[in-house]
């Protein structure tokens, strides 16, 4: 049976180059086999440059759409007053601090890109982005290891985030658990992302790489959770990214063998590489830094030592205040 999927990338037109390298080497390293559509998304229209640049590079099919207006723009919950002061306060505080347009995109890829028309006959879709390196040969379909072995959410890299960027993510968050226990499943990842003492741990799955069955984000649950975090402003406020945004949704709203490290895609983001180290996995790539982040980090360890827990424990965890 065929699977509707298609790799996505939210871009300007000022991104050409980045987004080509990227698609070359996805190209090259997997899609050449099966010939998945790109779907590129802009806030403006793409010009024919950048059209004629794309359609260079691939033979896969691509579509371009632009962003709908009710989905790219300041939240109707915040006062334009209110943010400037907070672009202002945060700007040096840490990186994209003073950026309004990182917290559009922040905003549309936490709630909004899973509903672009062009995405709706969609199943799963691979996030990808200008300007990373894709390492090693992928000799099999990651949209069909997800489809059979009952996946919905797949990542390569799990650092923590910066604490200034979600100060009130956490908090924000147990109001919402608490008030919507009825969307919360039997049993969850919730472990994942806070302690036993109630502490948000900040571990997050980069999502500028992330592969995932849509139906997580489609959900009724989902959807509630992003209404609630859009109405208290945070992605404006403070620096909510989308990465923290769907990484906590992942470890409430699934279970652990929902959730996939493609740990034999080997990945290059600005500022982290990961670089498999298993032999057999090894010899289809090639590294400048064998190894790489993940098998040192933090939120890596940590998923292979927790487990699920049922709602009754994740109830006690959301009413434990956070001590950091």
Not at 129 to 145: A, K, N, Q, S, T
Not at 217 to 239: I, M
């Amino acid at each position: 049976m065929p699977i509707r999927a298609a790799l996505v990338a939210l871009v300007r037109n000022s991104d050409l180059n980045g987004i080509r390298s990227t698609i070359r080497q996805i190209d090259d390293r997997f899609n050449r086999n099966y010939n998945y559509p790109y779907i590129l998304l802009n806030d403006k229209n793409f010009t024919e440059e950048f059209k004629e640049g794309i359609y260079a590079i691939t033979k896969a099919p691509v579509q371009f759409g632009t962003l709908p207006d009710d989905h790219w723009g300041l939240s109707p919950y915040v006062t334009e007053e209110k943010v400037n002061s907070a672009l202002e306060y945060n700007k040096n505080r840490y990186i994209y601090g003073g950026s309004y347009s990182y917290r559009l995109m922040c905003r549309y890829q936490s709630g909004f890109i899973h509903k672009h028309p062009l995405l709706q006959d969609l199943d799963y879709y691979w996030r990808i982005e200008p300007d990373v390196d894709y390492l090693c040969d992928i000799p099999y379909d990651p949209f069909r290891y997800m489809r059979d072995n009952g996946l919905m959410y797949g990542y390569t890299i799990s650092p923590m985030e910066i604490s200034k960027t979600v100060e009130t993510l956490w908090d924000t968050t147990r109001e919402w658990i608490l008030k919507n226990q009825d969307l919360l499943p039997d049993e969850s990842f919730i472990h994942w992302i806070v302690n036993e003492k109630g502490v948000y741990t900040r571990c997050h799955f980069w999502s500028n790489f992330e592969i995932v069955d849509l139906s997580l984000y489609r959900s009724e649950a989902y959807e509630s959770y992003f209404q609630h975090l859009d109405r208290a402003g945070g992605f404006f406020y403070e620096r909510w990214g989308d990465a923290p945004v769907h990484s906590i949704a992942a470890a409430l709203l699934l279970r652990k063998e929902q959730i996939h490290w493609f740990e034999d895609i080997g990945y290059h983001h600005p500022g982290i590489w990961h670089c498999p180290d298993k032999p057999e996995m090894a010899a289809r790539c090639v590294c400048k830094n064998p190894a790489g982040y993940m098998y040192r980090s933090i939120c890596n360890r940590r998923f292979g030592e927790v487990n699920d827990i049922p709602k009754s424990q994740a109830l006690l965890l959301a009413q434990m205040p956070d001590q950091r």
